[in-house]
């Protein structure tokens, strides 16, 4: 079985090989120490295997279910390049501890879970093993999509190296990480001076915000167990641009229709619902939850001329639901209501991936 370092020598220098071979290190040490905050214990590496492959010649070996998780470097210098984290789809639903109520629902959810989980390990591999890099090269998680690595590997028309483990914890995750030339030449370049110290993971998660990936059926976004994950550790993104709305003629301030002070009606109490399946991987874990009233376009004059008592008018029908964003990702629509002496929003729909054209669009 070849060290990922032999591999790398047959596409990089020996050089560049050397600096990935101890940063790919680095990475999985620091990669383990945030899994094992969340886990509760840091996994080891097995298994590990390296290759290098034409993308378009291994397209066949995933027509299991899987789950495809972008793995996006970008730095200073406007470089960027992708690599893919795979993950066959039943052992991540258990190895995210997935418990959906309908089964249909557990391949969502566990994307819900493992973006949440990579994110807050790609957050750790930044500070640890990034942090100085001088072209200021940053990790960052892309949407996490199901079945889509046989078009993504045909669209390559490079040479990447394959690196095969699994992670074992309690429960092991076979992983696949599929990493093309640029990436692994950028990374190269760009890696900095890797200090000794292990920097302690910041992880923060609540259990109330996780119940949410009961709901959610959209990808998420946040960031990858790493690359070479090479020998066993016992220590150690961004939120994506909102869509655009619908290109619209924007409405002259001057020409806003008359408007009121919206009146909701309180919302009553209601019995405590029982409590969602514990999900223990990621108590803790904060994610930002925004409601949307609408979107508008205004000219650089207009806003200009924004001042008290102006009127924005919203692309949005007085009484229809209002978007529910998770991490700026719809997951639900609802409906304004008051809550004692704030503002509430009752659910009414919850938003499931590829139900609607609709959805797509938005």
């Known amino acids: 079985m070849p060290e990922p370092r032999e591999i790398l020598t047959q596409l990089l220098s020996p050089a560049q090989a050397g ?6 290190r680095r990475i999985w040490e620091a990669a383990a120490t ?3 905050a969340i ?3 840091a996994p080891s590496a097995a ?3 390296a290759r290098l492959v034409m993308p378009d010649e291994i397209t066949g070996e995933f027509s299991e279910p899987h789950l495809v998780a972008p793995i996006e470097l970008s730095t200073d210098q406007e470089q960027t390049a992708l690599a893919y984290l795979v993950l066959p789809t039943a052992p991540a639903a258990h190895f995210f501890d997935s418990q959906a109520d309908d089964p249909s629902d557990e ?3 566990t994307i819900v879970l493992a973006s949440t989980v990579l994110g807050q390990v790609l957050q750790v591999i930044n500070v640890q093993v990034l942090a100085g890099s001088p072209p200021g090269l940053v990790y960052s998680l892309d949407d996490i999509t199901a079945n889509t690595m046989p078009p993504l590997l045909s669209a390559m028309d490079e040479p990447a190296i394959v690196l095969t483990l699994s992670v074992e914890g309690q429960k092991p995750l076979p992983i696949r990480l599929v990493v093309p030339g640029t990436f692994l030449d950028v990374t190269a370049g760009a890696l900095p001076e890797l200090a000794n110290e292990p920097v302690a993971p910041s992880l923060s998660l609540t259990e109330d ?4 990936a009961e709901i959610v059926d959209v990808p998420s976004v946040a960031a990858p167990a790493p690359a070479p994950a090479y020998a066993s550790a016992g220590a150690g993104r961004e939120p994506e641009p909102r869509p655009a709305a619908p290109e619209r003629e924007p409405t002259p301030i001057s020409q806003a229709p008359a408007a009121s002070r919206a009146r909701f009606t309180p ?6 619902p029982s409590a969602p399946h514990p999900i223990d991987l990621l108590r803790g874990l904060e994610m930002n939850v925004t409601v949307e009233l609408g979107r508008t376009e205004l000219t650089v004059a207009e806003v200009l001329d924004l001042g008290p008592g102006s009127i924005v008018e919203l692309d949005r029908i007085a009484g229809e639901p209002v978007d529910i964003l998770v991490n700026d990702r719809v997951i639900a629509r609802g409906e304004v ?5 704030n503002f509430g929003v009752r659910v009414v729909e919850v938003i499931r991936r590829g139900s609607s054209a609709e959805e797509e669009a938005s």
């Open 19 to 24: 600096t990935l071979d101890q940063g790919g």
């Open 34 to 36: 945030a899994l094992g």
């Open 47 to 49: 298994g590990l295997d």
């Open 267 to 272: 919302l009553a109490e209601t019995r405590t």
């Open 209 to 212: 915000d996780i119940a949410l």
């Open 337 to 341: 209501v008051v809550v004692d002496e």
């Open 39 to 41: 886990l509760g214990a």
């Open 107 to 109: 391949e969502q959810q």
